[in-house]
């Protein structure tokens, strides 16, 4: 499984914690979660489709991908 190192702000950190002290979900089970539903909300059910056939064997259209996430996706 890959690792990634980032960075919650303030408020998310806030409200993870708080959702964390009051569940039986683990904080990889939330982050995990919460970037998939991010995502598949973001693309289209092909699009979904597409990605979940991807076996990295090819090229995969990465551009076409991300074009729908608009100039600033990180921000929503």
Sequence with gaps: MTKKNFELNDDTAH??????KRSQ????????????DY???KL?????K????HTGKDTFPVEDVLRNFGDNW???
């Design 15 to 20: 409200l993870l914690n708080y959702y964390l």
């Design 74 to 76: 990180m921000q929503d």
């Design 50 to 53: 597409e990605a979940r056939q």
């Design 25 to 36: 979900a683990s904080w990889d089970e939330i982050i995990n979660t919460a970037i998939k």
């Design 44 to 48: 289209t059910s092909q699009q979904v």
């Design 39 to 41: 995502i598949c909300d």
